[in-house]
């Protein structure tokens, strides 16, 4: 059973920081979870995971990227020498797991400035942009290619029925980059 204060935890974060993705409060709510495991084998360990992220899945946030969030924190973490993982005590295995974890995090910090600077390599002088719906990482890249004086026409559409383009379509504006809303 999943405690009411991971999931509690895992809002806060997102309402706390409303620049936070889904996928890294994700992330950071496994590694609290990780922290206050006392599983004594990996099946047990990935049957408490296994919970939570179901318990995640619920919420109003984004299942897909709770999912795979928690797929790539699963797989990066787990990776352990099988001598390791042979041995009786599995807390040498946890804290291995915690340890990968925040290299982990540490990692997906950093990457929606990293995918911006990749990004940075398509853009052109007066391109025109179609985007659909909002997402931190277009935004903050295309914010970005602005900043260092790309004369972009950004063109978003509202996303019906959660009008979430609309919320792209006004960040855009406010920041001055030339924007049209389409309605879908």
């Known amino acids: 059973m999943v405690q009411e204060s991971t999931i509690n935890s895992f809002r806060a974060k997102l309402e706390n920081d409303k620049n936070k993705s889904t996928s890294l409060a994700t992330v950071e709510t496994l590694l609290e979870v990780l922290d206050k495991s006392r599983a004594t084998t990996v099946a047990e360990f990935q049957n408490e995971l296994n919970q939570v992220v179901a318990a995640l899945e619920k919420t109003d946030y984004s299942s897909t990227s709770i999912r795979s969030a928690a797929d790539l924190f699963t797989r990066f973490t787990s990776l352990a020498p099988a001598a390791l993982l042979d041995q009786k005590d599995f807390s040498q295995v946890l804290d291995l797991y915690r340890q990968r974890a925040r290299s982990f995090i540490k990692n997906v910090r950093g990457s929606r400035a990293k995918i911006s600077k990749c990004a940075r390599l398509f853009f052109t002088h007066h391109m025109n942009i179609l985007t659909h719906s909002f997402s931190k990482v277009?935004?903050?890249?295309?914010?970005?290619?602005?900043?260092?004086?790309?004369?972009?026409?950004?063109?978003?559409?509202?996303?019906?029925?959660?009008?979430?383009?609309?919320?792209?379509?006004?960040?855009?504006?406010?920041?001055?980059?030339?924007?049209?809303?389409?309605?879908?």
């Open 138 to 184: 277009v935004l903050e890249t295309i914010l970005d290619a602005h900043k260092d004086g790309f004369p972009l026409k950004v063109w978003v559409t509202e996303s019906q029925p959660d009008a979430s383009g609309k919320h792209m379509f006004e960040e855009l504006k406010k920041h001055g980059v030339e924007t049209t809303l389409v309605l879908d």
